[in-house]
């Protein structure tokens, strides 16, 4: 996906025919806020992740990607790092999974 995420909500929410405000309820969130994520001036909220997966029957594993990946891509974008540090991640990540570290909460 190149689009943003709130892009791809907008996109997925115009291909099934709903209006801001029906998906804004259908997710818990009030139309302004939906309007802001899909605008690019406030972050989804992750523990929303599971209701969008099934309103668009989406693989929650495919969307889980596509939010994640931007989360990493601000975060390198915004403290300016070159993009080789995504193959460093991957190393570390591959490194945790091999040696079974338990995985705690990362902030961005």
Sequence with gaps: MKESFGEYIRKLRNEKGLTLTQLAARLDLDSANLSKIENGKREFDEKRL????????LDILNLKKEFYSEMIARKIYSVDCPCDTLHLAEQKVNYLKQNNIKQTAINF
Excluded: A, N, Q, V
Aim: hydrophobic residues 40%; proline residues 0%; neutral net charge.
């Design 50 to 57: 599971e209701k969008l997966s099934k309103i668009f029957e």
